[in-house]
């Protein structure tokens, strides 16, 4: 070890074992505290400011001292700031790209000249944060900036951006969704965790320094994830987007259902993520780095072991001789300490072996870093890891045993791979569900690799040219999709339970009946397991048209699991594969077009010939879908550092859509065709006020070469199937066009899993107009579609 005389440089090497760590003084972030008295305001307009008689928070280290105290913005601080961010959006908006890029790009200097401050208060506020990370950000995203007019065309800022974080979300991970939305000239609200206040107010103080227009940045802190909500009621919030962890992302969603803001949620903490050694690793460097990993960085995910049964012995052994003298880890309170012990014991109940460091201390905070060998994938303490330095050891037999025990989580936001088989490592991070892979290494991020919340991880997409699209909207949308609204009172409970119309028998002719339409559940035209129909009504509303089925929570099972089955396969087929397929979907509708043709007449009361037109646009539209199947894919960016990377679109998987009502023909082919073409399988429900052009189409699914189960269309209420597509864990997004009430239920509802929503409040006018072409229209709608995924390889 470094500093002792009696061992060799052979000694060293043999044990590796590490030096001291150098001491940290924090002089100068204590100076800067020290000027604003330990006590910070909010950074409103420009400037800090401290408003009387507000309550404040206490900010204290790891050793138990006072960091200073933050004032807890009240009721009138967010209307202040809120009025001071619209001004600040115009001034930034008003400026050329070129402008905002050299602002921003100054910055990064400004921030390179006081990195020591910046560093120590992070250090200080445990916030993890470097400020070269910091910088390599606002060097990419000025870049973003300048090139904004030129790259990302045809699209225009939200407006005012809340960018919300819980107490234990990193700088980072903040300043990762705060620095795009100003390159793309929003301005942008901040309400920091409580470990990240300080760094936001110190980062807020130095752009504005750098020539940020006043309001541009503005920055609130509080007590509480209420706060958040506050700011997300005002009427000048376009957008909201939430980093941290999952509880408090839940809390968010819920408290701003029904506000008509969208929210976007990156729980990036308190996931568990594999860490895969394979029997062809390198060994050696593989323990070195699950050790790091997991006891000594800050743990902001749950690491778990898995090993090829091959090298158990091999690692297990290694873990011993790099785990000895190993010091015990700080937990947070004596109550965490009250948790790994009851984990550990739990875990040698169940059989498993402990690799410790030392003996664990009969009491107080702390604990050794330890690994539980023998963990089943049902453990508890795998299943809901307990906040400490425990690291749960699986092992795996053959390649696919260890995709599906890495893809035996919730979670989805990244996983570490260990191999020197560069085409076992690339199968493997292409079958993980995960946000981030990285092979023989872990943690590395940069801002140019794209990377979304797979599964339970997220509902945005953060970095790269992907990640820009949160913060914009098409230039020729006139008006956003939800209106912005108060919550109206709402017994979630009962949302969709009334009971649909009663069918009474009549004495009509029988030659002169309503026809009976089928629903199509896995391919094949079928009643609702209900057996129960509704009457649809012929356009002047007086007789009755046709009856359809009245599906419910069976049927939308029924559909999801012959979704479940055949997804997969779509997926890995080529994209011109699935080009082609849709292509021939478009020819099968341009065989029946009259057929079709008849049904929108009849059910709209539309004329023939504009009908046929919304056919003939409908045809278009499936083959501007084809087209895009195999021209909008992920590449190779280039990295600041040794290596390369990929960035990948993958689907979403089963994906739930709620049709609107008008043109529901052209609007049902839209919306399908994005989805499939990227993928993903379907569980459609046409609008319960034309249902019959759907209906119909069933019989260009039946003709096309689609597998059966990929595209479901099933009828009846739609509060009721809205309910079932909304409590279903398996389907990952629900696409909406219904009620405000339907819009806040789904905001409430879909956080357990997460589920990305595409909401729209339909309009009595009609709303949005479908046979619009605009290239940012279809750009949205087909992004929609599509999560991606980035690999790091390293080379040296």
Not at 32 to 61: T, Y
Not at 413 to 431: F, G, N, R, V
Not at 612 to 626: G, M, Y
């Amino acid at each position: 070890m470094a500093g002792s005389t009696d061992k060799t440089v052979h000694d060293i090497f043999q044990s590796m074992e590490y030096g001291p760590a150098a001491t940290s003084s924090a002089v100068t972030a204590q100076a800067w505290l020290d000027h604003h008295s330990r006590s910070l305001g909010l950074f409103i307009d420009g400037k800090f400011v401290r408003p009387a008689d507000r309550q404040s928070r206490s900010l204290a280290d790891s050793k138990g001292g006072n960091v200073c105290s933050t004032v807890c913005a009240a009721q009138d601080d967010v209307s202040q700031c809120a009025s001071s961010a619209v001004k600040g959006h115009k001034a930034w908006g008003d400026l050329s790209c070129y402008q905002r890029a050299k602002v921003l790009l100054r910055s990064a200097s400004v921030l390179g000249q006081h990195d020591l401050c910046v560093s120590e208060l992070c250090e200080l506020c445990e916030a993890s944060c470097s400020p070269s990370s910091l910088v390599r950000l606002l060097q990419y995203y000025s870049s973003w900036a300048q090139l904004r007019d030129t790259l990302v065309a045809n699209w225009t800022p939200l407006g005012v951006v809340a960018v919300i974080a819980s107490d234990d979300c990193s700088l980072y991970s903040l300043m990762l969704k705060v620095l795009p939305a100003l390159a793309m000239g929003n301005s942008v609200i901040v309400v920091p965790g409580r470990t990240s206040a300080p760094p936001a107010l110190l980062l807020a103080q130095l752009l504005m320094g750098a020539g940020l227009p006043a309001g541009a940045l503005n920055v609130l802190t509080g007590s509480d994830m209420s706060l958040g909500a506050s700011v997300a009621q005002n009427a000048s919030i376009s957008s909201v987007t939430y980093s941290g962890n999952k509880q408090d992302g839940v809390s968010l969603c819920k408290a701003t259902a029904g506000m008509g803001v969208p929210v976007s949620v990156s729980p990036n903490i308190g996931a568990r993520c594999p860490f895969i050694i394979f029997e062809s690793a390198d060994i050696d460097s593989a323990v070195d780095a699950v050790l790091e990993a997991a006891f000594k960085k800050r743990r902001e995910v749950h690491w778990v072991l898995c090993v090829q049964e091959s090298v158990l012995d091999s690692v297990v052994a290694r873990l011993r001789h790099r785990m000895a003298g190993m010091k015990c880890v700080a937990l947070h309170s004596d109550g965490d300490r009250g948790l790994v012990d009851s984990a550990v014991q739990g875990a040698q109940q169940q059989g498993a072996t402990l690799v410790q460091s030392c003996a664990a201390p009969p009491s107080g905070a702390q604990y050794p870093p330890t690994v539980l060998c023998g963990a089943a994938p049902s453990s508890p303490f795998v299943v809901n890891p307990p906040p400490g330095p425990l690291l749960p050891l699986m092992t795996f037999r053959s390649n696919t045993e260890a995709v599906a025990l890495g893809n035996h989580s919730p979670h989805g936001q990244a996983a570490s791979i260990w191999t020197e088989d560069l085409t076992l490592a690339l199968e493997a991070a292409k079958s993980l569900s995960v946000g981030s892979v990285w092979v023989n290494s872990h943690s590395v991020s940069d801002p140019c690799l794209p990377v979304s919340g797979h599964k339970d991880s997220g509902t945005c997409t953060d970095g790269g040219q992907e990640g820009l699209y949160q913060f914009l909207r098409p230039s020729s949308s006139s008006c956003p999709p939800l209106p912005r609204s108060s919550p109206v009172f709402m017994d979630y409970s009962k949302f969709g339970t009334a009971a649909s119309p009663a069918i009474i028998p009549d004495d009509s002719d029988p030659a002169s009946a309503p026809k009976v339409y089928l629903q199509f559940v896995g391919g094949k035209p079928c009643k609702s397991v209900s057996g129960c129909s509704v009457a649809v009504q012929s356009p002047g509303g007086g007789s009755v048209l046709a009856y359809c089925p009245d599906g419910g929570r069976k049927d939308v099972r029924n559909a999801v699991e012959a979704a479940v089955k055949v997804q997969p396969g779509w997926m890995k087929k080529s994209p011109s594969a699935r080009a082609q397929s849709l292509y021939a979907l478009a020819k099968g509708l341009e065989a029946k077009r009259r057929d079709l043709a008849a049904s929108i007449n009849a059910q709209t009361g539309l004329s023939m010939d504009e009908a046929d037109e919304e056919v003939e646009l409908s045809i278009a539209r499936l083959s501007d879908w084809a087209a895009y199947c195999d021209k909008v894919q992920g590449g190779t960016p280039p990295l600041p550092q040794c290596g390369s990377a990929l960035s990948l679109p993958e689907a979403l998987g089963v994906v739930g859509i709620v049709l609107p009502d008008n043109t529901p023909l052209l609007s049902m082919v839209t919306l399908l065709g994005a989805a499939v073409g990227n993928g993903n399988a379907v569980v459609m429900v046409p609008g319960q006020k034309y249902p019959l052009p759907a209906l119909a189409f069933i019989q260009v699914l039946q003709s096309s070469d689609l597998p059966a189960g990929l595209v479901n269309i099933i009828t009846g209420s739609r509060d009721q199937l809205t309910v079932a597509l909304a409590t279903h864990s398996v389907i990952k997004a629900i696409w909406y066009w219904g009620s405000a009430e339907g819009c806040q239920y789904l905001q409430y509802s879909c956080t357990s899993p997460l589920k990305t929503l595409r909401l729209s409040c339909q309009k009595e006018d009609g709303g949005k107009d479908w046979a619009q072409s605009h290239p940012a229209l279809l750009e949205e709608t087909w992004r929609s579609g599509v999560q991606w995924k980035s690999v790091w390889i390293p080379t040296a």
